[in-house]
């Protein structure tokens, strides 16, 4: 069984997620756009084993603390998809323009791809790529839990930006209709604002209905 701790941390308020496996008491960090207080005293409370930093995507909001996470924590281990890697690696800019340089650059230990499959302890998270918000954007979904962590892809009642550079409206469309599509309901954690399950938003996402 996979508990969980939310944290918004930086000028965009991006939700952090601790994850711990229940049998185990191990940690993974669902996306860390700042390595601070908050963020370190939540995985304290949660037992301190922090063995993965799994990153939706690539915007400088959700990977700024990473570096930071994984020296704090030996054997931790950066998960990113083939396609956002470019931008944890700092070798293009995560909102070119903007006050966003990711300035902590980092090599991930995993690449990730659709389908694949991650071991916390005695549960699995699941990868489904979703992209649209950015072109390697991806989810990470517990079916025993039922939780769905979307990061940038699926708000409450709000769907990512898809204006940004990497960014398709259809591509965005088309990843919301697969989560929309997995069997039966699900929790919705995701990359800012709160929480909502995947029956709400079929029923009452105005941007994209089931």
């Avoid at 995507?57 to 998809?81: C, M, V, Y």
């Avoid at 690696?89 to 389908?115: C, F, M, N, Q, Y």
């Amino acid at each position: 069984m996979i508990t969980y701790e939310t944290i918004a941390v930086g000028m965009l308020q991006s939700n952090s997620y601790v994850l711990r496996d229940g049998s185990t008491g191990v940690l993974a960090l669902v996306d860390c756009g700042a390595w601070n207080k908050s963020v370190r005293d939540a995985i304290a409370r949660q037992g301190g084993n922090l063995c993965l930093i799994l990153l939706t995507h690539g915007h400088f909001d959700h990977i700024q603390g990473a570096k930071a996470a994984r020296e704090a924590n030996p054997g931790a281990q950066i998960a990113i998809s083939h396609g956002d890697a470019p931008y944890l690696r700092g070798e293009i800019d995560t909102l070119p323009g903007r006050v966003s340089i990711h300035k902590s650059p980092a090599v991930p230990d995993l690449l990730l791809g659709d389908g694949d499959t991650i071991a916390l302890g005695g549960s699995v998270l699941q990868v489904i790529a979703s992209p649209g918000h950015t072109a390697g954007g991806v989810c990470f979904w517990s079916e025993p839990d039922r939780l769905l962590f979307t990061g940038d892809t699926l708000f409450r009642e709000d769907v990512g930006r898809d204006d940004l550079p990497g960014g398709s409206w259809p591509a965005l469309e088309q990843s919301i209709r697969r989560l929309y599509a997995l069997p039966g309901d699900y929790k919705v954690l995701p990359g800012h604002g709160p929480e909502s399950s995947l029956e709400h938003e079929r029923a009452h996402n105005q941007h994209v209905r089931n």
